[in-house]
């Protein structure tokens, strides 16, 4: 019996929709999932109200995947037993749903110079939901023949330093560590594998993160044993997802339940949580 702390829906940049996840979790036996969407909380109430309908033997943690910045390099901070009806999160999630379509508008249009013509109408239909990533401007490149993945996409155009770049807004780990905290959730570093400068997990671990991500699809074993000495040595939580999208091209991120943890390590998460 795994948890698979780490998946997407259609509410941010996932394939399927709450729902969907859900029954697919059941139907692969999984004991629990956290649904831990980028910069928004839209998913979670239509999938508890939906396990308690259909009476479903599944736990389902309400959780987000904030993407900040620092240093110049993309930082994840996921989220754990968050109070999506906060109101100062709420609030936060607001400002920067309208910062991501500002952005997309203008990612758009510098394509739109280069000869790749995708439109905001299209894009927004990729999204499904009210938050736009450049993974739905991918999508709309790979529509229009323009790429054959999301990974050519952000190589060749959106990618940071490539032509169609736009600076992301503002958001800080420190800003996303203390809204989760706030809102009664557990701040938790997401893959530390994948950022490039490893001074950086230190400096996040010192802003006051709870856990670490140490199993992931792309993390290898020298890694994990190097997190878990770091979650060891810091009293750090011991977390692990496989940060689903569903069926897409890239295949590390389209296997529900891979990068999991299993029901002893979910029982510590859980006496923490009633511990602070």
Known sequence: MVYDLHVHTSASDG???PLEIIDLAVKLNIKGIAITDHDTVDGLQPALLYKKEKQLNIDIIAGIEMNTEYEEEEVHILGYFIDFYDLRLKKRLEEIRIARFERAEKMIDKLKKLGLL??????????KGDLIGRPHIASALIQNGYVFTITEAFNRFIGKGRPAYVNRYKFMPEEAIDLIKTSGGIPVLAHPGLISNQKTITNIIQLGIQGIEVYYPQHNESQIE????????????ITGGSDYHGNTKESFRNSLGSGFINEEMMAKIMNYRRKT
């Open 15 to 17: 394939i399927l929709s």
């Open 118 to 127: 995708i439109s905001l109408e299209q894009v927004q239909c990729m999204a």
């Open 226 to 237: 190097y997190f878990l000495g770091i979650s060891r040595t810091n009293n750090l939580l």
